[in-house]
């Protein structure tokens, strides 16, 4: 009996020694973590240095003959299409010299240009904007639609190379339709 007691208690002294000596389980393969893509970072909206009214809405000399503007003063920043609220006199003398005045009647083109720092298609884009921002403000001023057409020529005649000569690209080109 005592061998039987013994046999029992190593047997059991066994048992609690696997219990609590029990191997832990295999690790799982590790999983690449992946990493957060970042977003991309905004359009700027402004450079350092540059100064919106160094790109302009370019009016032809025929039409500021006619017209009798001597200096135009509406502008776009960089990657900008809005015209600025000060240029509403400008888009008025237009309108009105389209209406009623020595070009009564005919129609103006507008032809957007963008400056070639951004991706060729985004400034075809950009263009248009502009063209059709200029288009929208002498319709406010009291031109007919039927009296501007609008396209884009994005940075196809660019020629800047610095800030300076970019700001000229940046522009909106109005010249009497044929």
Request: net charge negative.
């Amino acid at each position: 009996m005592k061998k039987i007691v013994s046999a029992l208690s190593l047997l059991l002294g066994l048992q609690a020694l696997a219990c609590g000596s029990s191997a832990p389980p295999p690790a799982a393969p590790a999983q690449p973590v992946a990493e957060p893509t970042p977003a991309p970072a905004p359009a700027p909206t402004e450079k350092p240095g540059d100064d919106p009214r160094q790109s302009d809405i370019n009016i032809s000399d025929e039409i500021k003959l006619a017209c009798g503007l001597t200096e135009t003063e509406a502008h776009f920043g960089y990657n900008s299409a809005k015209v600025l609220e000060t240029d509403q006199t400008i888009m008025k003398k237009l309108a009105d010299c389209f209406t009623t005045g020595k070009l009564k009647g005919r129609t103006m083109r507008l032809v957007g240009h963008a400056d070639p720092r951004g991706e060729p298609e985004y400034n075809m884009v950009l263009g248009g904007r502009r063209a059709d921002n200029v288009g929208a403000a002498l319709k406010n001023a009291g031109l007919p639609a039927a009296q501007v057409t609008t396209t884009s020529r994005g940075e196809m005649d660019s020629t800047g190379t610095d800030e300076a000569s970019w700001a000229a690209d940046r522009r909106v080109d109005i010249h009497l339709a044929e």
